[in-house]
């Protein structure tokens, strides 16, 4: 039988032809070797297919599996994590690039530090410090709601304990905001190691699913949930910065009707009064200018 590898890279694709080669080269030229890589295609039109299963004969680490019907987004990294053999689960996406020490550096940090449950790495710097930062709930809570933020990742900024993250539930198949409340729950209940910004590359086009129709809808539903958890016994904060982070959420809330008013996109402004989950009273007591420091959120260590 083949050894489990240590990490499972997992490549949830459709019709990204244009970009799918360099992703899956910025994969195969990572320092560390010991990994495959399960890329799940969701029922492709363009060329993407034809592109992956040449790199699949040339190179024994890939495992490519094509979907009989289109699943969707999150539904397509649900079927690439069921598949994954490896100890750790790093999902990469279809169009972005990953440094070549993107899989060492996050591994020997996540290593080191048996205490988190995945480790996280953005494209821009953490404030607060430097890393390795471990949060527990309680940090990784004021990090979003009092601090810079810190559930606006995608999918691919994860290092994941494969057992941790089934544990967890794995992402929910719930549009294009499923990972913000995959943070939103798993950051509540374990421990989350920061590890260095910038191992990857986030690339911006216009097809991405963030473009597309009924997301505005989908990220009120999301803000509806966060409220709801701001306000249950599992939200990780003390009672005073919890009456901040309300305060701050409904002004991110005001904020977003605005600028999209300002756009001219109503729809866009009326999905956020219709599905944020904030009444009148709510309007009333909270929208407050925003009290947020680059600090919330950091381990503080005595001298």
Request: aromatic share 10%; hydrophobic share 40%.
């Amino acid at each position: 039988m083949t050894p489990s590898p240590a990490i499972s890279v997992l490549l949830a694709v459709y019709n990204r032809e244009p970009y799918i080669a360099a992703s899956i080269d910025s994969v195969l030229a990572q320092t560390h070797t010991d990994f495959e890589l399960i890329i799940c295609d969701d029922g492709s039109t363009d060329a993407t297919r034809a592109i992956v299963e040449k790199y699949a004969k040339r190179d024994a680490r890939i495992r490519f599996a094509v979907n009989e019907r289109n699943l969707g987004q999150f539904e397509n990294r649900r079927y690439a994590a069921s598949l994954a053999r490896g100890v750790y689960l790093k999902y990469h996406d279809s169009d972005d690039v990953m440094y070549p020490h993107c899989l060492e550096t996050m591994l020997r940090a996540l290593d080191a530090e048996p205490r988190a449950a995945f480790a996280l790495s953005g494209s821009h710097h953490w404030p607060g410090g430097p890393c390795p930062m471990l949060l527990t709930p309680r940090l990784s809570y004021e990090r979003e709601f009092l601090g810079s933020g810190l559930f606006h990742l995608g999918p691919a900024a994860a290092l994941f304990r494969a057992d941790a993250f089934r544990e967890l539930g794995g992402f929910p198949v719930a549009g294009v905001a499923s990972d913000y409340l995959f943070w939103l729950d798993a950051c509540a209940k374990v421990n989350v190691l920061l590890v260095p910004a910038d191992l990857f590359y986030y690339r911006i086009h216009s097809g991405q699913e963030l473009s597309a129709r009924g997301v505005e809808t989908e990220y009120a539903n999301a803000a509806r949930v966060a409220w709801a958890k701001l306000h249950s016994d599992e939200c990780p904060l003390d009672d005073v910065s919890r009456e901040q982070a309300k305060r701050n959420f409904v002004y991110v809330q005001a904020r977003g009707i605005v600028r999209r008013l300002r756009r001219g996109n109503f729809s866009a402004a009326a999905a956020i009064l219709r599905h944020a989950g904030l009444g009148t009273s709510a309007w009333l007591r909270y929208l407050r200018p925003p009290r947020r420091t680059s600090l919330a959120g950091t381990p503080v260590t005595s001298p």
